[in-house]
């Protein structure tokens, strides 16, 4: 609906300030989309002709798209695999090649529909910083759908939870762990010689587990800051580290769609 390609049944829909359906071919100049595993790139072509077709399909000008494609071969690393035919590529290789032909004519907003689906760990770190640079640096506006946890989490400063057509949730995630992730866990690594079985004596938190030296406490939020707790452990052993562990923000959602909560008020 926000491309122009399915008409919405009820409500409004407004991207760029047109309304999507009624001025798709308007709209298609101002949008890059990358559609999770179908790609825009013809099968049978190297990479590069199907980048260099779309910049004569986009009208964009020939010194731009130079500059561009020059820019997307570093972030992207795409010149081992330019002149390969997209059938030939992995998918990864796929993904980078689909993301610069989205943002080769400078879009202002971009759609992604699941962009690591499928992908190893080196190529969703490649496409996520990608990501992040060009919303950094260009001010492209990322809308994104997946199902991986870690995209939201290092790529996202608004999140949207949706189930069964609700959007149960419209905020930052800082908020989602202050509504929904009261618990932290404070890890101190002590210097003291204390065996497994011997418990910290600390007030506000719960030892949920113990490895040597290490202890794990759990603590709310609500009830006492982290500063405030470290400062009575610090005070009753010596410390040699420690770190807080936040609530997982997969754990928050699955309990979200376990638990239900109200929709958000339109």
Partial sequence: MLTGILVPS?????????????RRKELARRIGV????????????????????????????????EENLREFRELLDLDPFLSTPVRQLSLGQRMR??????LLHEPEIVYLDEPTIGLDVVAKYRIRDFLRQINRERGVTILLT??????????CSRLLIVDHGKLLYDGSLDEIRERFGGERTLIVDLDDGMRDDEPLD?????????????????????AVSAAELIAAVSAR??????????????????????????????
């Fill in 10 to 22: 009820g409500g409004q829909v407004v991207a760029c300030g047109l309304v999507p359906h009624r």
């Fill in 34 to 65: 990358v559609f999770g595993q179908r790609t825009q790139l013809w099968w049978d072509l190297p990479l590069i002709e199907s980048l260099d077709l779309l910049s004569y399909i986009y009208r964009v000008p020939r010194p731009r798209f």
């Fill in 97 to 102: 090649g689909g993301l610069a032909a989205a």
């Fill in 146 to 155: 997946t199902h991986d946890v870690a995209d939201i989490e290092q790529l």
């Fill in 202 to 222: 600390t007030a506000n938190a719960v030892q949920v587990r113990a490895d040597g030296p290490r202890r794990w406490l759990r603590f709310n939020r609500s």
């Fill in 237 to 266: 052993y010596r410390i040699r580290d420690l770190s807080i562990e936040e609530p997982a923000i997969e754990g928050i959602i699955r309990m979200i769609y376990e638990e239900g909560m109200a929709p958000v008020a339109d």
